[in-house]
């Protein structure tokens, strides 16, 4: 399937199919002892915002007792997906698939206003399933960064006439100078005797504004004994469309990475984004079971591992090679939500760093709790997340730690934003650039 594809080549599901289920929400026996995990519930202390009252709404509107309107729309759309309801639940309610579920039934069966429908038009069928466009869009923006533009616009104080753009302005990650895109269709030799052969999925915005992320990445693998190979055609993984409810855009880029990633045996398919790799783990969710892709989606599934995940297992990378290069400093973890929550890998990263001569890891509080990143959350949502933000960042100045350390480019990208608002002077790192230093 080519990149164009990916907004035509598939029809969007009924309604009925996408609506959330019975089988899902009859789970929750309303305890409550999801409300204090719930960021959007501690901080507005409605229980309409909270998992258990948005799961109660599901269901009113199921019944037809509640309309499919502007104040639903609403309170599923200030959820962040953040799944922390899910670690805390006794009853194994998967809330992830609830909430996409009904924005899944919100895309196709209410109006947004003008402006939503065409920013979500624009970036989600417009821009990320297509490498060129998003290629187009980074140049023009490392332009902006760079000629001076952006210094202007923002000693005039012209983005406070649109505060939404000026909040995502300055959210914006600097732009590589080199993209990643040059290196799909690579391969990439391991160092010493081969241990593994291993698929790396890249990412789409990380491709032109974590490409040297991406390229760290590959070189802690190489270490650690694994022939990297970047498929070309690989195309976005289809998060944010999924939390975003845009199922037809995400099945069409999942049979794209289908067939980009099962064309050749691999060990195991690895990714650096928290974000990436939840949605890629449930590939099978987007496709039922009468469908022929159903399977190879839970092939495809069962191969997908976190990069810190796969390191930590010694059966399946052979054990982390130890570092060689002592790095005298103190660092602090901070928990990607769709890490530890959607995947359930809590230990793997603090593993991972503890084998890092010199390196000090002191827990900060709140460790889990949510940055307020949630995919484009910060940006649609920017009073909520400023305030997750603002918690964060002061557990993390506590900590007294000189670096932040997480395991997805959207923390990364929040928690800069908040280094530089509130001043903290803390470098902020993914695992893999940390452990790529220590082997240099």
Not at 20 to 38: F, K
Request: charged share 20%; with cysteine.
């Amino acid at each position: 399937m080519s990149a164009g594809d990916a907004r035509t080549g598939v029809l969007a599901p009924s309604q009925a199919e996408v609506r959330p289920t019975w089988e899902l929400y009859s789970r929750c026996i309303h305890c409550g002892l999801c409300l204090n995990a719930c960021p959007t519930y501690r901080l507005l202390g409605l229980e309409s915002d909270s998992p258990r009252g948005r799961i109660h709404q599901m269901i009113l509107v199921e019944e037809g007792r509640l309309k499919l309107g502007e104040s639903f729309v609403r309170h599923i759309d200030l959820c962040l997906d953040c799944r922390a309801c899910e670690t805390a639940c006794p009853s194994g309610v998967e809330y992830g698939k609830l909430v996409e579920s009904a924005r899944a039934q919100i895309e196709q069966g209410y109006r947004r206003p003008l402006l939503s429908r065409l920013a979500r038009w624009l970036g989600l069928r417009q821009l990320l399933p297509y490498p060129g466009r998003l290629a187009a869009f980074g140049r023009l923006l490392r332009f902006y960064q760079r000629s001076g533009l952006q210094k202007v616009a923002r000693a005039s104080g012209a983005w406070r006439l649109f505060p939404k753009l000026g909040e995502a302005e300055r959210l914006l990650p600097p732009m590589e100078e080199k993209f990643f895109f040059s290196e799909l269709g690579c391969v990439f030799p391991a160092e010493g005797k081969r241990r593994a052969r291993i698929a790396f999925f890249a990412g789409c915005i990380a491709q032109v504004a974590f490409a040297e992320l991406n390229r760290a990445t590959i070189r802690v693998l190489q270490k650690n004994g694994c022939e990297v190979v970047v498929p070309a055609g690989q195309l976005c993984c289809g998060a944010l469309h999924v939390h975003a409810g845009v199922r037809d855009v995400a099945q069409a880029l999942a049979r794209t990475n289908l067939a980009a990633f099962l064309h050749e045996p691999f060990d195991a398919i690895i990714t650096n984004a928290a974000g990436c790799g939840a949605t890629l783990k449930e590939y099978e969710r987007l496709f039922p079971p009468g469908d022929p892709l159903h399977a190879r989606a839970a092939e495809f599934c069962a191969r997908v591992r976190d990069v810190n995940e796969f390191l930590a297992d010694p059966e399946a990378s052979g054990g982390l090679q130890p570092p060689t290069a002592a790095l005298k400093m103190r660092v602090t973890y901070q928990d990607s939500c769709h890490l530890v929550h959607g995947q359930k890998i809590r230990n793997a990263p603090r593993e991972l760093l503890r084998q890092i001569p010199g390196l000090e890891l002191v827990e900060m509080k709140l460790a889990d709790h949510c940055c307020g990143s949630a995919g484009i959350y910060n940006l649609t949502e920017p009073e909520v997340a400023q305030a997750l933000l603002q918690e964060k960042m002061a557990c993390a100045r506590a900590s007294g730690a000189q670096a932040i350390v997480t395991a997805n480019p959207g923390c990364l990208l929040q928690l800069r934003a908040g280094v530089a608002r509130h001043s903290t002077g803390q470098e902020v790192l993914h695992v893999m650039e940390l452990l790529d230093r220590a082997y240099k």
